[in-house]
């Protein structure tokens, strides 16, 4: 009766951590670019227990001209507007966020571009807009 018991609690726990592992998340590469700027990173869809579902992405903003002009990444999650996280001018930045809204239990769509931040009197130009879906 023992040796049982001891096989069901072994089987039992096999099977949790299964269940814990289906809900891992792996991660994909991505890539935007335009003039002057590019993005080269990775992204995952976070399971719930991390950060709510978040979206996390990763990679380095890069300046590809030396034009005086700021490269800016543009993230943002469905029902949600952009986050904007900018690079230095004529420098490159590595980013690492998590993006997710409290009152979702997890994230399910992002959308990403980057664009040249050419100030207030030209207007930005920017990559086309990519859509991510869990």
Not at 23 to 32: D, K, Q, V
Not at 95 to 107: D, E, K, R, T
């Amino acid at each position: 009766m023992k040796g049982l018991r001891s096989r069901l609690a072994g089987a039992g726990l096999a099977v949790a951590l299964g269940l814990i592992g289906a809900g891992s998340a792996h991660a994909a590469a991505f890539t935007h670019s335009t003039t002057g700027v590019s993005m080269n990173g990775s992204y995952v869809f976070e399971p719930q227990s991390v950060r709510q579902g978040a979206f996390h992405f990763w990679g380095t903003l890069n300046d590809t001209l030396n034009d005086g002009h700021a490269g800016k990444q543009q993230v943002r999650i469905e029902g949600y507007g952009y986050n904007t996280y900018y690079a230095p001018v004529d420098a490159d930045k590595y980013l690492n966020q998590y993006i997710w809204a409290a009152p979702q239990l997890y994230v399910t769509k992002a959308r990403a571009k980057v664009c040249r931040d050419r100030g207030t009197l030209l207007p930005d130009n920017c990559s086309a807009e990519k859509t991510y879906t869990r």
